[in-house]
Each structure stands twice: as structure tokens, then as C-alpha cells.
């Protein structure tokens, strides 16, 4: 059974950070492409950050520039997302996404083109 869980995300403070862990079972990641989403209540999901197979090439939302960093370790099958300086509204259930097909780097976090996504974990960021 393909599977993609999540972890790291929790309560933290404005200016706080986290890191957030995507691994899959089941299926090796190398072979895909991985997005981080997240949803906050009452919006759309939206995109957060992508990531190609082999980490070369990435994407971030312009909300998140120079404060998330996305990077992989295929030898240990998992994605990270790397949070520093959060914000209240980074609050947000997060999910991360595998994508199979090959895509241009503006398209990278097109969310219709992921085929797996996790259960998601929440990341709160309150004083």
C-alpha cells in the first residue's frame, strides 16, 4: 500500500520554527516528485513548496520565500520542510504530495497533478 505520513508539526510562537518530515511506504520517493501544501480553515489548499526528484529544481509560494526550505533524502526515503520565522498565518493543516509525471518548474506545484497525498499534520503558530 502506498503511503505518505507526515510529521513535525505542533504549537509554536511567532518567529518560531519547525520542521516538518514526508515519508512514504510502500513506494520509493526518488521516483517522484513531492510537493508540501496546506489548508487553513476556511480557504482552498494552496501550494507551499515543490521539489523534483532529484532536488535540483525548486518552488516556493512568494509567502514563504526565504523563510521555508525544502529538501530530500532519498537514502532515507523522506522530504523535509524546514519553517523558520513563522508566522500566525502559516497556521495550517500541512500535506505533502508525491507526483509521478514530469512537469516545467512553473507547473511544479500544480495540485492536480499529484497522485498521492498524505493524512497532513497541523502547524499552529500562536503566542
Known amino acids: 500500500q502506498l503511503q505518505l505520513v507526515e510529521s513535525g508539526g505542533g504549537l509554536v510562537q511567532p518567529g518560531g520554527s519547525l520542521r516538518l518530515s514526508c515519508t512514504a511506504s510502500g513506494f520509493t520517493l526518488d521516483a517522484y516528485s513531492i510537493g508540501w501544501f496546506r489548508q487553513a480553515p476556511g480557504k482552498e489548499r494552496e501550494g507551499v513548496s515543490c521539489?523534483?526528484?532529484?532536488?535540483?529544481?525548486?518552488k516556493y509560494a512568494d509567502s514563504v520565500k526565504g523563510r521555508f526550505t525544502v529538501s530530500r533524502d532519498n537514502a532515507k526515503n523522506t522530504v523535509f520542510l524546514q519553517m523558520n520565522s513563522l508566522k500566525p498565518e502559516d497556521t495550517a493543516v500541512y500535506y505533502c504530495?508525491?507526483?509521478?509525471?514530469?512537469?516545467?518548474?512553473?507547473?511544479?506545484?500544480?495540485?492536480?497533478?499529484?497522485?498521492?497525498w498524505g493524512q497532513g499534520t497541523q502547524v499552529t503558530v500562536s503566542s
Open positions: 521539489i523534483s526528484r532529484n532536488g535540483i529544481s525548486t
Open positions: 504530495a508525491a507526483r509521478s509525471r514530469s512537469t516545467l518548474v512553473q507547473d511544479m506545484c500544480v495540485i492536480t497533478l499529484f497522485d498521492y
